[in-house]
């Protein structure tokens, strides 16, 4: 298995591959994630989606850190804390939600809407994926469990599993991108389809906004 200085980065391959394949499994299940890059990269085009599937990589390497250094388990331990995030996540969805219902732009030559900045859109997706505490709580649970017993470093198997999930999901979301926005161009002749595939996206993301905040701790 992978090593540094003697120090083993991750678990035997057993346990490696177990972890791999329940981490390609859980990447591929729609969620708020998923369901932003495709309305992103539907009404934006290739690189919109693109850029929120790295944006919500980025998120994600926040909650891994966090994991590691143990901050997310504040989360467990805090009501509070988590009722906060919850809500403000929860209302970051929402919002994200009517801005959909509310962008009545023209569409462009390649039948997707304008473009926004490539900056603004990659902050937009990765606080949808740090505003979610069960993101969170997910990583501090469920990549514990792939490290190695007798492991040197425990936090350091964590973070390299961490970013072995980060980068997956990540590509993952990239195909998701590219489909929708392949499946957007060769729609773009049917306005209809337009504003229906913006009214799904839009009650997707209320729906999960509702989800996040009927959650429990």
């Given at each position: ?71 997310s388990a504040i989360l467990v331990s ?54 979610n505490p069960k993101v969170a709580l ?80």
């Amino acid at each position: 298995m992978l090593e540094l200085a003697g120090i083993a980065l991750l678990p035997d391959w057993p346990l490696f591959l177990g972890f791999a394949f329940a981490g390609l499994a859980l990447n591929i299940v729609p969620g708020a994630d998923m369901t932003f890059v495709a309305a992103s990269a539907a009404r934006g085009g290739r690189r919109n989606g693109i850029v929120a599937a790295l944006g919500i990589g980025a998120g994600a390497l926040v909650h891994v850190v966090a994991a590691v250094l143990g901050l997310s388990a504040i989360l467990v331990s805090s009501q509070a804390a988590f009722n906060l995030i919850k809500w403000i996540g929860a209302a970051y969805l929402l919002w994200l939600a009517v801005s959909m219902l509310r962008s009545r732009s023209g569409v462009s030559a390649e039948g997707t809407a304008p473009r926004s900045s490539g900056l603004r859109q990659f902050r937009a997706a990765m606080l949808v994926n740090i505003l979610n505490p069960k993101v969170a709580l997910f990583f501090l649970a469920f990549l514990p469990q792939f490290v190695d017993p007798g492991a040197a470093i425990p936090a350091l198997q964590i973070l390299c599993l961490g970013l072995w999930f980060d980068l997956v999901g990540t590509l993952v979301n990239i195909g998701v991108a590219l489909a929708a926005a392949s499946a957007a161009s060769r729609l773009s002749a049917l306005q209809w389809v337009g504003r229906t595939a913006r009214w799904v996206a839009a009650t997707a993301m209320a729906g999960l906004a509702v989800q996040l905040a009927l959650s429990r701790h």
